[in-house]
């Protein structure tokens, strides 16, 4: 399974920006589909999961700000950021764990300017 992230960018703080992230093959409704962030010096963290049959799940620092959703027809995971802040600068990574295999995509650079 390869993921292809895009969507990163510069934005100033307060703006929006919406990360996506396709599968090279069907994605199903049970293969828990993430995002994580990771900056220089730290490791990756989990930013948004959606699972099947469970409410999305949120790191403190990024609920009531970002929304994750998928489209598994689509084998899309879409990330929406709103109301973006200076700490969110990031290199965000979208990841799935499928049959105990973990498989990240690339990572896309999301920088916010104060």
């Known amino acids: 399974v390869q993921l292809q992230a895009s969507g990163g960018g510069l934005v100033q703080a307060g703006g929006s920006l919406t990360l996506s992230c396709r599968a090279s093959?069907?994605?199903?409704?049970?293969?828990?589909m993430s995002w994580y962030r990771q900056t220089p010096g730290n490791s990756r963290i989990l930013v948004a999961r959606i699972r099947s049959g469970r409410d999305p799940e949120y790191a403190d620092s990024t609920r009531g700000r970002f929304t994750i959703f998928r489209d598994n027809a689509k084998s899309t995971v879409t990330l929406r950021m709103n109301n973006l802040k200076p700490e969110d600068t990031a290199v965000y990574y979208c990841?799935?764990?499928?049959?105990?295999?973990?498989?990240w995509g690339q990572g896309t650079q999301v920088t916010v300017s104060s």
């Open positions: 093959r069907t994605i199903f409704s049970g293969d828990p």
């Open positions: 990841y799935t764990r499928i049959s105990g295999y973990d498989y």
